[in-house]
């Protein structure tokens, strides 16, 4: 059974930074893709970015030059650290590794 944790939400001024983590447990992590997504109130879950295991990353358009997407396989861990935030980036932000989810840390971007 996997099993993932997410960290490191809160509110911030926009402008602001923020670092999530995921902690995964219930196998090992360094042969899939692992991947950030956040459903803002009232909206669909959206895709934020994700990291392949072969290394390669790719985000999303809102994501692009602002967020940065980490793993580190030893720890079983991945991040999200964020900087320049908007409060459009309000959200829960959910940490998904192949079928299984968080359960989700909450960011709000006010001031």
């Known amino acids: 059974q996997v099993q993932l944790v997410e960290s490191g939400g809160g509110l911030v001024q926009p402008g602001g930074s923020l670092r999530l983590s995921c902690a995964a447990a219930?196998?090992?992590?360094?042969?899939?893709?692992m991947g950030w997504y956040r459903q803002a109130p009232g909206k669909g879950r959206e895709f934020v970015a994700i990291?392949?295991?072969?290394?390669?990353?790719l985000s999303s358009d809102s994501a692009k030059g602002r967020f940065t997407i980490s793993r580190d396989s030893a720890t079983n861990t991945l991040d999200l650290q964020m900087n320049n935030l908007k409060p459009e980036d309000t959200a829960i932000y959910y940490c998904?590794?192949?079928?299984?989810w968080g359960q989700g840390t909450k960011i709000t971007v006010s001031s």
């Open positions: 998904s590794i192949l079928k299984y």
């Open positions: 219930g196998r090992t992590f360094s042969d899939v893709n």
């Open positions: 990291s392949g295991y072969l290394g390669t990353t």
